[in-house]
């Protein structure tokens, strides 16, 4: 089991720009991807951005956000630019049980407690 604390989430207006957080522990970080799912109200958990030695993204984010590592750190980012509101959701990040791509949460064994973000129209 991983330990994941997100942080980073806020309101911001559509357009702008928000960059979220998470620092993992607990097991070696570099040896497990890492991915960001969303949750908005009344809809089911999503797949968002995940990483390894490269990148995955959703379909509705590609070209606006970006996923990146910080093995040294721990830490993984989404950094979120021309937001949008139907990015309104809860933000989880995952790490996923080895150093392989998915977008399946089942893939995903430990879970940060979310951060919200809210973009206004």
């Known amino acids: 089991q991983v330990q994941l604390v997100e942080s980073g989430g806020g309101l911001v207006q559509a357009g702008g720009s928000l960059r979220l957080s998470c620092a993992a522990s607990?097991?070696?970080?570099?040896?497990?991807?890492m991915g960001w799912f969303r949750q908005a109200p009344g809809k089911e958990r999503e797949f968002v951005a995940a990483?390894?030695?490269?990148?995955y993204y959703a379909d509705s984010v590609k070209g606006r956000f970006t996923i990146s590592r910080d093995n040294a750190k721990n830490t993984v980012y989404l950094q979120m630019n021309s937001l949008k509101s139907e990015d309104t959701a809860i933000y989880y990040c995952?790490?996923?049980?080895?150093?392989?791509?998915?977008?399946?949460?089942?893939?995903?064994?430990?879970w940060g407690q979310g951060t919200q973000v809210t973009v206004s129209s």
């Open positions: 607990g097991r070696t970080f570099s040896n497990y991807a």
């Open positions: 990483i390894t030695w490269t990148t």
């Open positions: 995952a790490a996923g049980r080895y150093f392989l791509y998915s977008a399946n949460a089942h893939d995903y064994d430990s």
